[in-house]
T-cell receptor, first 113, second 113 residues
Framework: KQEVTQIPAALSVPEGENLVLNCSFTDSAIYNLQWFRQDPGKGLTSLLLIQSSQREQTSGRLNASLDKSSGRSTLYIAASQPGDSATYLC????????????FGKGTRLSVIA | GAVVSQHPSRVICKSGTSVKIECRSL??????MFWYRQFPKQSLMLMAT?????????EQGVEKDKFLINHASLTLSTLTVTSAHPEDSSFYICSPQIQETQYFGPGTRLLVL
């Protein structure tokens, strides 16, 4: 059974810092990996999706990398802003078709102005 | 991106009552619907998978007679929490899938007193 772990569980940084969020998964046979943002009491916003054949994806100040063989992914946030404060969730899909995403518990990020 | 709505967004009910949550995909047709729930500071946990016109498949530990899922059309799925108890208090999120991409509703916060 796939298990997704995210470290750290919580992180507080001053504005402007670059930071890295970590995600690991136990079964490396994945189809893709996705990073989401969740604001308190809200739904999910997709940030980046990495296919199993890809090494990284970038969107603005966000960069996600994938090392499938070692079961790891990182989300790099450059020049953090208070508006980045949220919970960041990592999720993996086992294969194509009607298989659901399996989520980690998330990292709660606070960016202090 | 696709638009998904959930209704109600928040509900408070007495123990023993039933609550129906509606999930609509507003601009696309979803043959597959995933239902997740999220307890405070926990990850999204898959409850069940349903395909339009078929019975839902429930995850281990999720009672199918307690959490009734109806996916009668390609744009509407409902989750009914029957005889709700305080331990059912959670954040419920629907996730329709189209072309191997999962979209997420804004969630329904259920509080059972």
């Amino acid at each position: 059974k796939q298990e997704v772990t995210q470290i750290p569980a919580a992180l507080s940084v001053p504005e402007g810092e670059n930071l890295v969020l970590n995600c690991s998964f136990t079964d490396s046979a994945i189809y893709n990996l996705q990073w989401f943002r969740q604001d308190p009491g809200k739904g999910l916003t997709s940030l980046l999706l990495i296919q199993s054949s890809q090494r990284e994806q970038t969107s603005g100040r966000l960069n996600a990398s994938l090392d499938k063989s070692s079961g790891r992914s990182t989300l790099y946030i450059a020049a953090s802003q208070p508006g980045d404060s949220a919970t960041y969730l990592c999720a993996v899909r086992r294969n194509s078709g009607n298989t659901p995403l399996v989520f980690g518990k998330g990292t709660r990020l606070s960016v202090i102005a | 991106g696709a638009v998904v709505s959930q209704h109600p967004s928040r509900v408070i009910c007495k123990s023993g009552t039933s609550v129906k949550i509606e999930c609509r995909s507003l601009d696309f047709q979803a043959t597959t619907m995933f239902w997740y729930r999220q307890f405070p500071k926990q990850s999204l946990m898959l409850m069940a998978t349903s395909n339009e016109g078929s019975k839902a498949t429930y995850e281990q530990g999720v009672e199918k007679d307690k959490f009734l899922i109806n996916h009668a059309s390609l744009t509407l799925s409902t989750l009914t929490v029957t005889s709700a108890h305080p331990e059912d208090s959670s954040f419920y999120i629907c996730s329709p899938q189209i072309q191997e991409t999962q979209y997420f509703g804004p969630g329904t916060r259920l509080l059972v007193l």
